[in-house]
């Protein structure tokens, strides 16, 4: 099987990322460095075990998990306290906010990743490097 999630992504497009931002009660300052960060996404993908960075000159988030196994999460600020499954790379989170989650696919040498908050749905659409 090969890991197809695994490599190093450079965002390209970014749809609704403010409001999403704005969902998750990000301050004005914040959202307008956030939105115009390059931001690179390193994954490592092992069996069912998953490590993903998002990195920017900003602020950086990493998470670990195996997908299946629920686990709580805590990221100052982003995440806050959640309580999160990852059914391959769709997650569902239970926190503070209603409706959240991610989903990440893959399409040749492009990475999808959809975050929703309440009703926000934003799109990054992230370009392999390596
Ligand atoms: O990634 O949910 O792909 O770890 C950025 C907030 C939120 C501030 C990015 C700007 C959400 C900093 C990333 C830019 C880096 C995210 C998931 C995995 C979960």
Known sequence: MPAEFSGKWIK???EKFENYLKALNFDFATRKIAIALSQTKVVVEDGDKFNIKTLSTFRNYE???TTGV???QYTKGLDNKNHCIWDKLVCTQKGEKANRGWKHWTDNDRLY???TCEDVVCLQVFKRKE
Do not use: A, K, V
Request: hydrophobic share 40%; glycine share 0%.
């Open 12 to 14: 390209e497009t970014n």
């Open 70 to 72: 629920e686990f709580d």
């Open 63 to 65: 998470l670990s998990f």
């Open 113 to 115: 990743l959809e975050l």
